[in-house]
């Protein structure tokens, strides 16, 4: 990849019910919202815009490719990286996140657990194990 495309700026998520994913990525992630509007909802991840973008809307953004429908099945695993994931997995507890599983020890030598949020975007939390 040429070294002027090196950073990830913006994440966009397709989501059938903006208020409800802003609420889970507040309370889960603890992300401020830097912007809204009828259509979509922006919060801060660090140096990232993570944008909740109405389903509805996106099909403008990616023609003439498809969006998914809802329940489709899984098309993308974020992952973010925690120094205790089991730790991580108690406070998501707390606030009420189930896990799809985890936490497990992967065989490439990490630590890991996967969660979804309210429109099936799934999640994984993971720590490099000692070797």
């Known amino acids: 990849m040429p070294s002027d495309l090196d950073e990830l700026e913006v994440l966009t998520l397709f989501v059938t019910d903006v208020p409800a994913a802003k609420a889970f990525y507040q309370e889960v992630f603890g992300l401020p919202v830097v912007y809204e509007d009828d259509a979509s909802a922006a919060l801060r991840l660090r140096n990232l ?5 109405t389903a509805k809307e996106a099909p403008g ?3 003439p490719a498809q ?3 809802e329940g489709a099945g ?3 695993l974020l ?4 120094p205790d994931v089991d730790a991580v997995c108690a406070q998501l507890a707390e606030r009420g996140v189930k896990l799809l599983n985890g936490p497990v020890d ?3 030598g990490r630590r890991t657990a996967a969660f979804a949020d309210p429109s099936g975007h799934v999640w994984e939390v993971a720590q490099d194990l000692p070797r």
Do not use: G, H, S
Request: net charge positive; aromatic share 4%; no cysteine.
């Open 49 to 53: 815009l993570l944008n909740l973008l």
């Open 61 to 63: 953004l990616v023609e």
């Open 67 to 69: 969006v998914a429908a």
């Open 74 to 76: 899984v098309r993308a």
């Open 79 to 82: 992952t973010v990286r925690v």
């Open 106 to 108: 992967r065989p490439w």
